[in-house]
């Protein structure tokens, strides 16, 4: 099907999505080289610069790869998937496996790194945890626990960590409001990892890595656990 001239407006994204069509289509199947700038931009009606730009977009997408002196090759039909949209598909046991690699080490870092405001912080967050599992809600309850979480993170002054685990929160927190609709789990723990809680930030208190790693994998063992189960 001819591309056709492009009305006048963000040339760029109308010339991006023209191809994006295209590519969808099978007009250009994967391995095909493009046509070049100049008869593209004389079929769309644009200057080349607006086909550059827009070839730009498809790169960044991961539907087409420049390749020195041979040309713009397309690569793949559909756009890649970014992280947030890979993990909202992701099963909260896929993302648990990943969580507990990165909170052993997390807590390991935060152990030897932990600053007097991040004991202080996590002390309160344990209090918090400790009041939200007294009350009624278990949403309550479930978003205390990954605060508390959130601070041991925190604690390992890493960024790159903290932003990982900011992004498992959204799936975690599903999964885990799922897991409780399936599983009365006060019933058959009404302490709900109080003590192994404790023990993870008295870990990290006394700067021990050793004893804050033990401690989180098995807690996030027995969570996994009952995760699995309730598939």
């Known amino acids: 099907m001819p591309l056709g001239p492009l ?11 023209r191809l994006r069509d295209q590519i969808a289509a099978g007009a250009w199947p994967v391995g095909t080289r493009l046509p070049g700038e100049t ?16 070839l730009r977009a498809l790169a960044g997408a991961g539907l087409v790869q420049a390749r020195q002196g041979a040309g713009v090759f397309v690569v793949a039909t559909e756009p890649a998937e970014d992280w947030p949209a890979r993990l909202r598909r992701a099963s909260v046991a896929d993302v648990y496996e990943i969580r507990a690699m990165v909170e052993v080490r997390a807590a390991e870092l935060a152990a030897e790194r932990r600053t007097p405001d991040d004991l202080a912080a996590l002390d309160r967050a344990l209090a918090d945890r400790d009041t939200a599992l007294a009350g ?18 925190a604690a390992a002054h890493n960024p790159v ?25 006060r019933a058959s723990d009404h302490a709900h990892g109080r003590a192994a809680h404790a023990a993870l930030v008295e870990a990290v ?3 021990d890595p050793a004893a804050a790693s033990d401690v ?5 063992d027995r969570t996994l656990t009952g995760l699995l189960q309730s598939r």
């Open 205 to 207: 208190r006394a700067q």
């Open 7 to 17: 009305r006048p407006s963000p040339l760029v994204e109308q010339a991006a999505q």
């Open 39 to 54: 008869t593209l931009a004389t079929e769309l009606g644009v200057g080349r610069s607006t086909v550059r730009e827009a």
């Open 161 to 185: 960590l903290a932003d990982l685990f900011a992004g498992f929160v959204p799936v975690l927190r599903d999964g885990l409001l799922d897991l409780a609709s399936l599983v009365d789990v």
């Open 216 to 220: 989180i994998r098995a807690e996030l």
């Open 136 to 153: 009624p809600g278990v949403e309550a309850f479930i978003d205390a626990d990954i605060a508390l979480h959130t601070a041991v993170i």
